[in-house]
């Protein structure tokens, strides 16, 4: 496994793959890698010749100064996983590489981003898709994994995709839950242990027959900050908080 930080060296990694007819499979990440980013990149390893893993923490997709500040950093750890899984490289820039413009230029999209999470985080998800474009044009693979936890920005990239003509076939892959059921998440080492095992009551609630008002009251009495509980378009979307950490969810209905 080699790390790359420059894009000249990546889009050379690139051209020989294509010239040699091997498939890139590719899966975007800010790091701090858990089961849920280990199984996006396990299928990308399985579908793919070569896996590159990109280690990005995104300013532009932060609308809380904290949430950038205090965003868990573990470069060892993440590269001994990636290790693990065979990933062939993982492309690791800094902000002045990937935005040579200062952010003037980017990607917004104006129907399905203003909701749910659009409309809690005004600009998260210009910062997403613009970000996302970015790699996708430096790295040109045939394959972009994403992970159904965060089903609409899922939906958003595979828009853009078709939207721009992009060959990138972008994978939706579900949602990898801890025993308890509560879905994995970087933000997830940020709650106590005890906190950790109580959390797990967002999926049990999701799943449950009851509707979203009553879901809200029965996390609220169990000591969640609940933001939204939506049924939208045949999936029901939460976002709560739980210690003052910000956790999502979503389940088919």
Do not use: W
């Not at 952010?103 to 203003?114: A, D, R």
């Not at 994978?171 to 095992?197: D, H």
């Not at 939208?232 to 709560?240: D, G, M, S, T």
């Amino acid at each position: 496994m080699q790390t790359i930080i420059n894009t000249s060296e990546i889009k050379t990694i690139r051209d020989q793959a294509r010239r040699s007819n091997k498939s890139i499979g590719f899966v975007a990440t800010m790091g701090n890698l858990h089961q849920g980013h280990a199984a996006l990149l396990q299928r990308s390893a399985n579908e793919n010749d070569i896996t590159i893993l990109s280690i990005f923490i995104n300013p532009t997709q932060f609308n809380n100064l904290d949430d950038l500040t205090n965003y868990p950093r573990t470069m060892q750890e993440d590269t001994r996983l990636a290790e693990q899984i065979n990933v062939d490289y993982i492309f690791m820039p800094d902000r002045e590489t990937l935005y040579p413009d200062g952010y003037q230029y980017k990607i917004s999209e104006n129907h399905i981003s203003q909701v749910l999470e659009g409309e809690h985080r005004p600009g998260h998800f210009d910062g997403v898709l613009t970000i996302v474009m970015k790699l996708l044009q430096i790295i040109q693979p045939q394959r972009a994994y994403f992970g159904e936890k965060d089903y609409q920005q899922y939906q958003l990239i595979k828009g853009m995709a078709h939207a721009f003509f992009l060959d990138a076939e972008v994978i939706g892959c579900k949602t990898i839950r801890e025993p308890s059921g509560l879905a994995f998440s970087s933000r997830n080492n940020l709650l106590s242990k005890e906190a950790r095992q109580h959390a797990a009551h967002l999926y049990r609630n999701l799943t449950s027959e009851q509707d979203p008002t009553t879901i809200q009251r029965q996390l609220t009495e169990l000591g969640f900050e609940v933001e939204y509980i939506l049924d939208h378009e045949q999936r029901r979307y939460a976002a709560v908080y739980l210690e003052k950490v910000r956790l999502i969810d979503n389940v088919p209905l």
